[in-house]
Structures are given as C-alpha cells and as structure tokens.
C-alpha cells in the first residue's frame, strides 16, 4: 500500500512477475496495476487490478479499509488489467453501488454475465459524487485509450484519478527514468488518439491539479508541468528531441554495416544525436519510441519476396497504425538483383501525414561500396541541419 494523502490510499499491486503486457510490450521491471481507496464519510473504489494480482490486491485493500465497507467503486476503465478484480469485490460488498457511464455499463455487460441493474450510478460529463468532505467529478475521456475511458478529479485534495493516462511500464518502485518507459507506454498503447489526449488535456488544464493518480506507474506529485508538456508534446505528435533514428532491417548483415557507416558520418557531420536500432533483434515498441522522439528518421532495409525485409514492414505498420507524422524521412534499401525495398517504404510513408521524404533514394547492391558512401556523406548534409 501507498498513502497518497491521509485520506487516499494506493492499495494496487507492483506484479514483478510480468514479463509481458498486453501479450506483447516487453516488460524488463514488471507492471503496476494501480487501484485507489478514497475514504471519506463514503468509500470509494477507484477501479480494481488485474485477475493476475487479485488476492494481494484484496489484502491491500482489507488493511486500508481497517473493516469498513465500501459505497461506491468507480469503473474509469474496462479493460481487464483494471476491471479484472471487479467481481471479486462486488461479491465481497454486495450492497456496494457500482459507477460508470453509459458506455461503461455496456461494455461491462460484454465481460461480464451478472445482473447488476440495482448497483447502477450513470455518470455524463461534469456529474458528481459527494462522499463527505469530498467530491469527485466525473470528465468523460473517449479513446484515451478506450471509448468508455473517464477520468475523476477530487476537488479537496485537488487529485486527478487519470486512468491509463500518464501511466508507464514497470512497477512503481522501478529504479528508472519516468519519461523513457512512459514514452514507449504512451506511443505503443495510445499514440493513436493523439486528438483525444489533447481534449483531455484542454479539459485538465481547466482545474488545479496537485496530484495525478495514474493507473499504472507512480503517483505524481511534483513538477506536474513536466508531464503534462510532456504529454502535450507526445499528443501533438510534435518531435520531443532532435536527433536522427536509423532503423535497419537486414537479412545477412550488409545493410545493417550500411546504416551502422551512416551512423558514423552523421555524427562526423555534427548531428546533435544518432540513435539505431536492429528491427530483426531489438525489441520493436522501442523502435516505434524512438521513431516519435526524434525529429527525423532512416529507415535502411533489404528487399524481400519484391517487397521489403518483413521487420520494416511490420515496424512501418505500427508507425501508421500510431498515426507517425510530422517528420523527414531519408530510405536506404538494398537488393541483390531488383531493389524493391524503397518503393514500398515509401508507399507506406505517403500514406501518412506530413511526412517529408528526403530524395534521392540511397540503393545497395549486396554490399556498400565507395559510391554509397559518397551518397551517405551528400545525405548527412542534408540530415545534419
């Protein structure tokens, strides 16, 4: 358990057993799954945890009860990681209302076969809930990252419960940088809705926020504007450092020393940073991370089957699908006897947003030779700026 404030307790669970979120997203410290206890003259529940942490997190929430019973639990969230406990504690307060909006209840009534018509509380944007000396007010979220998404603000203490909103991976004693692992959070599970996040953002700018209680990752407390800029930034998709991201995907090596003698001559040329990353080895939502941190990017592939290498195309798919624009784009592709990599690379690229393609394109035939090293240096002028 973790006191918030005297009256909000984060009786959540840290799984340092998680190896993997979402059955796909790496996890290298585990997950926090985060549920808060308000108690007030009422108690409130806000959201549970996943099945996985289900019994430590029933004791957590025992001892912070100290043998009271709850009123009321607020669903801001359905999916499971968040809602998976939900009728354990129903069955352990049956007399306990139940409180969501609309689209809350329907989406419940998909996970789960229970009448629960008599629990119900409707909430719509701007309703409230006094609990005794606190109020929560319920602001609608859609698509952050889900449509039934609501976030609640506790007027006293000034403490926004944000949902999935400004969460990370690893637990919340993870000895790391908050911004890399919520970066790579953020961009992977709700880089889409940009729109939607800044709404949200319009909406929170409105109140006096002191504490941010996000359902994954710690509680923040301190230097809120760093994350809300940091949100602002990440929601707009504008570029957060400028830098250049080589990601290379090759088949037997002679693309990956391609973009590794890239890497060199932009960094002989001055660039401010050069970040790269092997798409066939390293773990590829860091890749789609980095791609939305810097300002400009290289994709260097080999051909494949007249298309490209499949890691790029799946590292170009996850960039669409996450709506990557606002960037220079320079392609390095190789092929034997038929290049084919660069003109799919750039079918894909066009079909995003305010992408600039840098011309012309660099081709390698099996291995780099003198003339595409003369192509990199000409490239790193127009790269380095």
């Known amino acids: 358990m973790e006191k918030v404030t005297n009256a909000i307790i984060n009786v959540g669970v840290n799984d340092y057993e998680a190896t993997l979120f979402e059955s796909q997203y790496m996890l290298e410290a585990g997950m926090a799954y985060n549920s808060y206890v308000i108690l007030d003259d009422k108690v409130a529940v806000m959201d549970t945890v996943d099945s996985a942490v289900t019994e430590e997190w029933m004791k957590n929430l025992n001892d912070a009860l100290d043998e009271r019973s709850v009123d009321y639990v607020v669903v801001q969230h359905m999916e499971p990681d968040h809602s998976g406990s939900l009728l354990k504690l129903i069955e352990k ?35 409230t809930l006094e609990l005794g000396s606190r109020t929560l007010t319920f602001m609608m979220a859609p698509m952050v ?14 403490v926004l419960f944000s949902a999935d909103a400004f969460g990370k991976f690893g637990t919340r004693d993870a000895d790391e940088d908050w911004a890399c692992e919520a970066r790579r959070y953020y961009f992977n599970i709700v880089g889409k809705y940009g729109v939607q996040v800044q709404m949200l953002l319009k909406k929170a700018a409105t109140l006096d926020i002191q504490i941010i209680c996000p359902l994954h990752g710690p509680v923040l407390s301190e230097n809120l504007e760093y994350y809300i800029d940091k949100y602002n930034t990440w929601s707009s998709y504008e570029p957060e450092d400028k830098g250049i991201f080589i990601a290379h995907a090759s088949i037997h090596g002679n693309t990956a020393k391609a973009a590794e003698k890239l890497k060199e001559i932009l960094e002989e040329a001055g660039a401010e940073k050069v970040a790269i990353a092997d798409l066939c080895r390293e773990d590829m939502h860091e890749s789609v991370e980095d791609a939305f941190r810097y300002d400009r990017l290289v994709l260097a592939a080999s051909s494949y089957d007249a298309e ?73 002028k127009v790269l380095v700026k």
């Open 145 to 158: 990252h889900w449509p039934e998404v609501m976030v609640t603000y506790e007027s006293l203490e000034k």
């Open 93 to 127: 307060f049956p007399e306990m209302k139940i409180v969501g909006n609309a689209k809350t209840f329907s989406m419940m009534g998909q996970f789960f076969d229970i009448d629960i018509e008599d629990k119900k509380i409707v909430v719509a944007e701007g309703d």
């Open 308 to 380: 490209v290498f499949p890691p790029m195309a799946e590292f170009l798919h996850h960039l669409k699908a996450k709506n990557y624009q606002k960037r220079t784009v320079a392609i390095m592709e190789n092929g034997s006897w038929a290049p084919t990599a660069a003109r799919v690379m750039k079918a894909q690229l066009e079909g995003m947003k305010n992408i600039d393609i840098i011309e012309p394109v660099i081709t390698i035939k099996s291995t780099m030779k003198p003339d595409n090293v003369e192509q990199m240096k000409e490239l790193a």
